[in-house]
């Protein structure tokens, strides 16, 4: 006997939207196809690490979400699109973890070992929770950093290139040789790298709260 659904279907993948979502993926059908596998692929494993019972079931939902998606206007990263997906996925495992504060969680099947049953599911979904935020906020700052002109990526890049790990002393005299090669006044440079790392957390975190509220 088959297992009922654990999420509710709002909305079933058409020919229409899955050519779509290939094309989008490369012009190249075959191209599109591996590329899509490989999604595939990466989506469940998502699930499966974090434990995720039907994670095959998450993928679906995940995937048939996207191409709706795309039907209604979104559009893909062409170099990563995987982050788009990715996106989505985080979602539907929100929902998932709220279905279980809910319902309870999943029973138990093949797919896990017996140390499940010591294992504590609040401290369990606060890391995941933890560990996909970085990830989103890993996910905004290279969306956010692509915003920026190339002077000032490299600008904030060179500025912040030692870090606390480097030394005080040791980034002073890197960052004067910088403003030196600007040509401008260390206090200068340092008002024009505080702003453009202003700018982008102003990015990432609003980005991070569109994420949050897909």
């Known amino acids: ?48 690490w974090r434990g995720c019972a039907r994670a095959e079931e998450y993928t679906d939902r995940t995937i048939d979400r996207v191409a709706r998606r795309l039907l209604d206007g979104a559009r893909l990263p062409e170099d990563k699109p995987y982050l788009f997906f990715h996106g989505v996925a985080i979602n539907v495992l929100r929902e998932h973890w709220k279905r279980q504060e809910r319902e309870g969680p999943e029973p138990l099947n093949d797919q896990f070992p017996a140390r499940s049953l010591i294992v504590n599911p609040e401290e369990t979904r606060e890391r995941d929770e933890a560990r996909l935020e970085k990830e989103r906020r890993l996910e905004c700052l290279t969306e956010c950093a692509r915003r920026l002109d190339r002077e000032e990526m490299e600008l904030i ?9 480097a030394g005080e002393r040791l980034n ?14 260390l206090n200068a440079l340092r008002i024009r790298a505080y702003r453009i790392r202003a700018a982008l957390e102003n990015c990432i975190d609003g980005c991070v709260r569109r994420g949050a509220m897909k």
């Not at 890049?157 to 790990?165: C, D, L, N, S, V």
């Open 157 to 165: 890049a060179e500025y912040h290139q030692g870090g606390e790990g």
């Open 172 to 185: 002073k005299e890197r960052r004067k040789e910088l403003a030196k090669r600007l040509n401008i006044q």
């Open 1 to 48: 006997m088959s297992t009922p659904s654990t999420l509710k279907k709002d909305w079933v993948l058409t020919q229409e939207a899955f050519d779509l979502m290939l094309a989008r993926l490369d012009a190249d059908r075959e191209s599109a196809g591996r590329k899509y596998e490989e999604i595939r692929r990466k989506l469940t494993k998502f699930f499966e």
